[in-house]
Nanobody
Framework: QVQLVESGGGLVEAGDSLRLSCAAS????????MAWYRQVSGKEREFVAA????????RYTDSVKGRFTISRDNAKNTVYLQMNSLKPEDTALYYC????????????WGQGTQVTVSL
């Protein structure tokens, strides 16, 4: 099994930046892609971004394009989410997950890291 641990969340003001990290351990062989999702209490989990584990291909939800960048360091088994120009509507619990392809299905969820953006 793969264990995923997210970190890097916090309380920031609108317009600020944060970088989230997701460290993978365990049986990481065979991961096809990694993704970031977010969830606001009472709402469904929302896809944010994904990156192939073996190529530079990425994809994003429209609301974060141009502001967020997903990247990875295979040597460290870590995926990052650089979030710039944060908005209050980005406030959520952010999770990372693994999947067989860039389009999922994704699973093995971590515990999440909270991002709160104030006005």
């Amino acid at each position: 099994q793969v264990q995923l641990v997210e970190s890097g969340g916090g309380l920031v003001e609108a317009g600020d930046s944060l970088r989230l990290s997701c460290a993978a351990s365990g049986r990481t062989f065979g991961i096809g892609a990694m993704a970031w999702y977010r969830q606001v209490s009472g709402k469904e989990r929302e896809f944010v971004a994904a990156i192939s584990w073996t190529s530079p291909v990425t994809r994003y939800t429209d609301s974060v394009k141009g502001r967020f960048t997903i990247s990875r360091d295979n040597a460290k088994n870590t995926v990052y989410l650089q979030m710039n120009s944060l908005k209050p509507e980005d406030t959520a619990l952010y999770y990372c997950a693994k999947g067989p392809t860039l389009y999922g299905p994704f699973g093995s969820w971590g515990q999440g890291t909270q991002v709160t953006v104030s006005l």
